[in-house]
């Protein structure tokens, strides 16, 4: 019997739910940080400093990893985020930014089953 509060140990050679399921992390170096900071209509999250945020990244990729899971980095480029949002007609938030995310992570995905 489990005890509260404890998971149960993957079995070895078992994958866990999350194994399939392809998760797009954004990745941004310090410059396109500040890009965003500057352009984006909610403040790109809320954190202060470059360092606040990707300390944040780091600890959701850990969790994600705890999970079985392995999260695909996609580094964005904010020009070119900017094209795609005004090509959508859609506003620069996190919201917005997530749907690029997904469809990029789902682009990376058929290409490598196209392989």
């Known amino acids: 019997m489990m005890s509260k509060g404890r998971r149960k140990r993957k079995e ?15 990745d941004l170096s310090r410059e396109e940080w500040e890009k965003l900071q500057e352009r984006s209509d909610d403040a790109a999250g809320g954190y202060d400093t470059y360092e606040d945020w990707l300390a944040e990244q780091r600890n959701v990729i850990r ?11 996609v580094p964005i480029q904010v020009d070119e985020l900017e094209q795609w949002l005004a090509q959508e ?3 620069n938030t996190s919201e917005s930014r997530a749907r690029y995310v997904g469809l990029t992570v789902r682009e990376i995905v058929r290409g490598r089953e196209q392989r």
């Open 63 to 73: 969790k994600l990893r705890a999970l079985g899971a392995e999260p695909l980095k």
């Open 12 to 26: 070895p050679g078992r994958r866990s739910r999350y194994s399939e399921i392809a998760i797009g992390i954004t």
């Open 89 to 91: 007609n859609l506003p």
